[in-house]
Nanobody, 115 residues
Framework: EVQLVESGGGLVQPGGSLRLSCAAS????????MSWVRQAPGKGPEWVSA????????YSANSVKGRFTISRDNAKNTLYLQMNSLKPEDTALYYC????????WSQGTQVTVSS
């Protein structure tokens, strides 16, 4: 079946860094644009960043631009999100998706930024 498995989250202090991974299987990963979305407790989903299928074009929300970098390795069926200069407001459950407007169905990975 189609699977998206996120990993790499954790507890980090403000200013720290994390690298999230999304392992895809069950579909032709290299044919799909991908996004990272996050959802903080009690809030709705927020699109974070996107990358086109070939990995040559990226887009990011203003709130993370300059701090987060999305990338992918199609040979490994893996999507990444490098997060630097983390802020407490980045605290959220992060998940990957082919459609950032659709509800989350994967497990996601929790990022908590706190001192």
């Amino acid at each position: 079946e189609v699977q998206l498995v996120e990993s790499g989250g954790g507890l980090v202090q403000p200013g720290g860094s994390l690298r999230l991974s999304c392992a895809a299987s069950g579909f032709t990963f290299g044919s799909y644009d991908m996004s990272w979305v996050r959802q903080a407790p009690g809030k709705g989903p927020e699109w974070v960043s996107a990358i086109n299928s070939g990995g040559h074009s990226t887009y990011s929300a203003n709130s993370v631009k300059g701090r987060f970098t999305i990338s992918r390795d199609n040979a490994k069926n893996t999507l990444y999100l490098q997060m630097n200069s983390l802020k407490p407001e980045d605290t959220a459950l992060y998940y990957c998706t082919t459609n950032p407007t659709a509800p989350r169905w994967s497990q996601g990975t929790q990022v908590t930024v706190s001192s």
